[in-house]
């Protein structure tokens, strides 16, 4: 049988079989690229993961592909309509809520996806540190809790660590972007961070005082890096299964975000790495996953609720936050 006709894990999908079987594939050619093994997932929770990373490549496409802001607007309303029950879904969001339906997803999380997009349709300025934890928790952290029941994520105590990894990887998305950004009018880099660099947004657009710029870019690695640390310390929490892949994206992309604040020109993203950079950052997460602590033995240190400070009371935050 051919993967287009492939018959789905779980039966619920049968209607839309296609649409899964490309999604698989999709999300399949995507995992190998950044060093993960999807074929550890059990096929069932497979096939959710990749309806799961579909639907957030749809929404950045539909974006991205718009015209204009009122087009992109109107496309994310549209997935929004579907996705609430306001108008039938298209295929892709069917398979989808059927599978949120069976694996406990947190739908409401999409919400937060929403919003953190349309602040992205215009000019972008971020005040300071906590809007820029926010706006981090709305297009990233809210996708890591809908894949977190997905993965076998149970334990309350390691959804902060979920939302904290969400807030670094988008940390160091914005290290590697900043020109691109730039080019779309958007400063994600905090005007309090920029000031005390003695530099304003309106100078990253012009992509003038590059020097200045690195000194903002360096203290912002340094915030990724707090949360990097954070989210390794509920690694424990995370499936044997699933551990290895959590630490290697969070050491990899780590390592990406402090290159990028020195401005070191980086290609691809992890796929885009060396193969001496690449042989380090495996050796490092193999030495890592076998310490005591990552093997469950003990428990994991408390998490530090002022890293919520800005989204405390969010859904899966530090309960201390609020």
């Known amino acids: 049988m051919s993967p287009s006709t492939a018959q789905p894990a779980w039966p619920g999908y049968r209607p839309w079989a296609d649409t899964v079987a490309d999604c ?3 999300f399949t050619r995507v995992a190998r690229s950044f060093w993960l093994i999807p074929e550890i997932i059990p096929p069932v929770a497979r096939e959710d993961v990749a309806l799961l990373y579909c639907f957030c490549r749809r929404l950045d496409d539909a974006v991205d592909d718009a015209a204009t802001p009122a087009a992109a607007t109107a496309a994310l309303a549209a997935f929004q309509n579907e996705l609430t029950g306001v108008v039938p879904p298209r295929p892709l969001v069917a398979a989808f809520l059927a599978g949120a339906a069976r694996s406990g997803l947190p739908l409401g999380c999409a919400s937060a996806l929403f919003d953190g997009m349309r602040s992205d349709l215009g000019p ?19 996708v890591g809790l809908m894949l977190c029941p997905l993965l076998g994520v149970r334990d309350p105590a390691a959804l902060p660590g979920a939302v904290d990894l969400g807030i670094a990887l988008q940390l160091t998305n914005i290290l590697l972007g900043v020109a691109d950004d730039a080019a779309h009018d958007r400063v ?9 660099a003695g530099i304003a947004p309106e100078d990253v657009i012009a ?23 954070s989210a390794e310390q509920t690694a ?10 959590i630490l290697l ?24 790495l060396s193969p001496a950079a690449k042989l380090h950052r495996l050796l490092e997460v193999f030495a890592l996953a076998w310490t005591p602590a990552n093997l469950g033995l003990g428990h994991p240190p408390r998490h530090d609720a002022a890293l919520h400070r800005g989204i405390a009371g969010w859904p899966g935050t530090d309960p201390a936050a609020a």
């Open 188 to 196: 994600y880099i905090p005007r309090t961070r920029l000031a005390a």
């Open 207 to 229: 992509g003038s005082d590059t020097v200045r710029l690195r000194s903002a870019l360096t203290g912002l690695a340094g915030l990724a890096e707090v949360y990097y640390r």
């Open 24 to 26: 698989h594939r999709e």
């Open 124 to 142: 972008v300025r971020i005040d300071d540190d906590d809007s820029l934890i926010r706006y981090a928790y709305q297009v990233s952290s809210a």
């Open 236 to 245: 424990p929490l995370v499936p044997l299964r699933y551990r290895h892949g």
């Open 249 to 272: 994206l969070s050491r990899v992309y780590a390592g990406l975000g402090r290159e990028a604040a020195r401005g070191a020109r980086t290609f691809g993203g992890p796929a885009g």
